[in-house]
């Protein structure tokens, strides 16, 4: 199994987006906008459980518990998932704090935080589930896990994602969260447009200097021409 492959494609695909937002009544582009913030979100918070031999013997102890789920075919695995059981992990993921973050996601891509919470309960699952199969296929260590989450982050992390999801799960105030992820989210597009204008404006300078060589070489022709004829 290729858990890289179903997170980062499989699970954003038009049917199961349409499948997950007609259980929580929400747009495909909608529940888009919570994949593209839930997911990175959940993988980073499971790296940082990782690091302390507490959350890494958890984490694996949870991947075991779930080494029998079938996620290839994620439609299938999502009209049986057990929303109760992604609630917890949800919480046991993000330390208690799943209602912030989850809050948090919400503001972002406009939605009703039960929205996002119907939504990440289904993401979750999936995740483990893709993470379980792939450690029990190959006999995975903590090492081996983390290399994998170091892979989904780098996949589903693009263009300073991550720092929006830091943001995201953060210990400050959520208003100053919410400001610092807009800040980001604003600086990221920012970026992205001046990139743009700028490659104009340099193919635009690139034309007209062309076009004013051959100008300035035509009259030079001529006016060889012209002394030659003289003697």
Do not use: C, R, W, Y
Request: charge should be positive; glycine fraction near 12%.
């Amino acid at each position: 199994m290729d858990a890289v492959k179903i997170i980062t494609e499989q699970i954003n695909s038009k049917a199961i987006l349409g499948q997950i937002g007609k259980s929580v009544g929400a747009k495909p582009a909608e529940v888009k906008k919570v994949t593209e913030l839930g997911l990175p979100t959940l993988v980073k918070a499971l790296q940082t459980n990782l690091k302390t031999p507490a959350g890494a013997a958890a984490l694996s102890k949870a991947l075991d518990d779930h080494g029998n789920d079938s996620v290839e075919n994620i439609s299938g695995f999502l009209e049986n998932v057990d929303l109760k059981d992604g609630a917890k992990i949800l919480k046991h993921v993000f330390s208690g704090d799943d209602k912030k973050v989850q809050n948090n996601i919400a503001k972002q891509v406009g939605l009703k935080s039960s929205q996002v919470s119907g939504i990440m309960s289904q993401l979750a699952p999936v995740l483990i589930g893709a993470l379980a199969s792939q450690k029990k296929e190959q006999s995975l260590g903590v090492s081996g896990i983390s290399d994998l989450l170091d892979i989904l982050s780098g996949q589903l992390g693009g263009g300073g994602l991550m720092n929006i999801v830091a943001a995201i799960l953060g210990t400050g105030g959520g208003g100053d969260i919410l400001s610092q992820v807009g800040g980001l989210l604003g600086k990221l597009i920012k970026t992205d447009n001046l990139k743009a204008t700028s490659a104009k404006t340099t193919k635009a300078k690139t034309t007209g200097t062309k076009k004013k060589t051959t100008t300035a070489k035509a009259p030079v022709k001529k006016i060889t021409k012209t002394v030659k004829k003289k003697p």
